[in-house]
T-cell receptor, first 112, second 114 residues
Framework: EAQVTQNPRYLITVTGKKLTVTCSQNMNHEYMSWYRQDPGLGLRQIYYSMNVEVTDKGDVPEGYKVSRKEKRNFPLILESPSPNQTSLYFC???????????FGAGTRLSVL | QKEVEQDPGPLSVPEGAIVSLNCTYSNSAFQYFMWYRQYSRKGPELLMYTYSSGNKEDGRFTAQVDKSSKYISLFIRDSQPSDSATYLCAFPDAGGTSYGKLTFGQGTILTVHP
């Protein structure tokens, strides 16, 4: 089954404790992206990657890091989480030839 | 001015009603128009995708695009409780350094009650 898998689904952490949210896709897609979703603000892009070792900032990259060492994986790293990063996070992927993005089920993060 | 404006609702309608969901946009470079549906505790999934102005039908759903007014709509006929979800309009960037990026509206929360 074609899918985008994020882990964990739920995470509660404390300010300053480094964390990683993993994302993996099995569709051989070149393009992967991270979004955060907040009430009243919709989905905003954090970082995206157009292929292995190619990443770039989206609209709200501050406080986040990403890496793309393998085509299927695109982890999101919060080196020093803060309460304003409490949000619902989505990973998405698409092939280079179409604009349709396929989303994971989401990771709900709470930073205390 | 926001690049995309979408009425956040919430919208509550009885079963069988016709629902109209709308977005306006300001970026003339947008050439593709999408509607995503997001059920509670799930990721968004593509519902409809259109390129040109005019109407596109898919079952009970009709996507309408008016490029001259920079306005898109999604109509749901004979709405069902299973249509209860958040609906997001989305606009892919078709070129340049932001290739593939999706710009989303804020989402409209729809509840269809029996």
């Amino acid at each position: 089954e074609a899918q985008v898998t994020q882990n964990p689904r739920y995470l509660i952490t404390v300010t300053g404790k480094k964390l990683t949210v993993t994302c993996s896709q099995n569709m051989n897609h070149e393009y992967m992206s991270w979004y955060r979703q907040d009430p009243g603000l919709g989905l905003r892009q954090i970082y995206y990657s157009m292929n292995v070792e190619v990443t770039d900032k989206g609209d709200v990259p501050e406080g986040y890091k990403v890496s793309r060492k393998e085509k299927r994986n695109f982890p999101l790293i919060l080196e020093s989480p803060s309460p304003n990063q409490t949000s619902l996070y989505f990973c998405a992927s698409s092939s280079g030839m179409e604009y349709i993005q396929y989303f994971g089920a989401g990771t709900r993060l709470s930073v205390l | 001015q926001k690049e995309v404006e979408q009425d956040p609702g919430p919208l509550s309608v009885p079963e069988g009603a016709i629902v109209s969901l709308n977005c306006t946009y300001s970026n003339s470079a947008f050439q593709y128009f999408m509607w995503y549906r997001q059920y509670s505790r799930k990721g968004p999934e593509l519902l409809m995708y259109t390129y040109s102005s005019g109407n596109k039908e898919d079952g009970r759903f009709t996507a309408q695009v008016d490029k001259s007014s920079k306005y898109i709509s999604l109509f749901i006929r004979d709405s069902q409780p299973s249509d209860s979800a958040t609906y997001l309009c989305a606009f892919p960037d078709a070129g340049g350094t932001s290739y593939g990026k999706l710009t989303f509206g804020q989402g409209t929360i729809l509840t269809v009650h029996p």
